[in-house]
């Protein structure tokens, strides 16, 4: 069975740092675009990061630039989303998702993601 599972999500004060992890079962990362995506309560959800099955090419919303950093790990089959000083414009719940582009593409877009995690949970306090 393909899964995808986020996990790192909790409460932490404004300022503070995450990491987010996605791990998968049932396949291998390395053989996907990955991106994170998040949605705030009565928003629409945005994507935030994604990073390309090379590894090479990462993208941020602007939202995030110089907060969040997207990598992989390929020894824990999982890929992390590092952010430090949060806001509290970042609450949300967090979801990875894995899709098929092209080698050293990725993209801040749902469309051609096939594979979806059930999301955590990220609050920020001020």
């Known amino acids: 069975q393909l899964q995808l599972v986020e996990s790192g999500g909790g409460l932490v004060q404004s300022g503070g740092s995450l990491r987010l992890s996605c791990a998968a079962s049932g396949f291998i990362l390395d053989y996907y675009t990955i991106g994170w995506f998040r949605q705030a309560p009565g928003k629409e959800r945005e994507g935030v990061s994604c990073?390309?099955?090379?590894?090479?090419?990462?993208r941020y919303a602007d939202s995030v630039k110089g907060r969040f950093t997207i990598s992989r790990d390929s020894s824990k089959n999982t890929v992390y989303l590092h952010i430090n000083s949060l806001k509290p414009e970042d609450t949300a719940v967090y979801y990875c998702a894995a899709g098929n582009y092209p080698q050293a593409m990725c993209a801040l877009s749902s469309i051609g993601m096939d594979y979806w995690g059930k999301g955590t949970l990220v609050t920020v306090s001020s």
């Open positions: 990073i390309s099955r090379s590894g090479g090419s990462t």
